[in-house]
């Protein structure tokens, strides 16, 4: 069992005596401390602050408000601002206003402005004019009146094109339809309405000879009431007369 030597705890009796120096019991031995050696330790690095993280912030919605001035005023910004980023827009135009009358009088047309709006009646006094005009150019003075009055604009509301473009193409249709039941050597157009919207000319065109398309020979002239209130235009118009006269005088014969 590989035991060198062992001591019994008590005397055994008829034993054999003991070895003194196995029963000397070593002194242990002083050993001196060692010193603990200081464990170096890193210095401290100071304590830098985190940095706080900026808290998000919400989007500034900004309400558009009426200044005082736009108060005062009853102004309403949005829809100026509207209005100015907008195209600019062409105005609308507005429609003409005229009254025509078509009569006819031998070979002749005649598509009379009506000074008063209103038709004719016997003693007017553009009428008395226009029965002077026919006698002096050969043509019956009592001229026959044909349809009602041509009115423009024809409605008072609606979303109708009732532009000078539409006018003119009214007009025209009109005269263009009563030239099929009847032809005529020569259309005369009294008064601006009617040399502008059948004509298609202007003031410039008085007192000569026009070709429209879809309508042949015209005459253009002022109109009654301009002819009343300045009588020195007469002359131009009988001038002008003597050069057509020809015309629907052969045709009567």
């Known amino acids: 069992m590989q035991v060198v030597s062992w001591l019994p705890r008590t005397e055994l009796p008829f034993a054999a005596p003991s070895r003194p120096e196995l029963l000397d019991t070593p002194e242990p031995l ?26 998000p912030e919400r989007p500034k919605i900004e309400v558009p408000r009426p200044s005082l001035a736009s108060t005062r005023t009853n102004a309403k910004p949005m829809e100026e601002a509207e209005e100015a980023a907008a195209p600019d827009k062409a105005p609308p135009v507005a429609p003409p206003r005229f009254a025509l009358q078509l009569l006819r009088a031998g070979r002749c047309l005649l598509l009379v402005e009506l000074p008063t709006g209103e038709p004719f009646q016997s003693r007017d006094p553009a009428y008395l ?12 003075d009592s001229p026959q009146i044909i349809g009602e009055p041509v009115r423009w604009p024809l409605l008072s509301r609606g979303a109708l094109d009732q532009g000078p473009e539409a006018a003119r193409d009214f007009v025209q249709g009109f005269v263009s339809a009563r030239l099929e039941d ?3 050597v020569c259309l005369w157009l009294i008064g601006l309405p009617a040399v502008k919207f059948a004509g298609e000319a202007d003031a410039q065109a008085f007192n000569r000879e026009l070709q429209v398309e879809g309508l042949g020979s015209a005459w253009a002239l002022p109109g009654l009431e301009l002819l009343m209130e300045t009588p020195q235009r007469k002359a131009d118009v009988w001038q002008a007369m003597r050069r057509l006269m020809a015309r629907w005088k052969e045709s009567n014969e």
Do not use: N, Y
Not at 129 to 140: E, I, N, V, Y
């Open 182 to 184: 009847e032809p005529c």
């Open 129 to 140: 004019l226009l029965k002077d005009m026919l006698r002096a150019a050969g043509l019956p």
């Open 30 to 55: 002083d050993v001196a401390p060692v010193p603990a050696m200081p464990v170096a330790r890193a210095p401290a690095e100071p304590s830098v602050p985190m940095p706080e993280r900026p808290k």
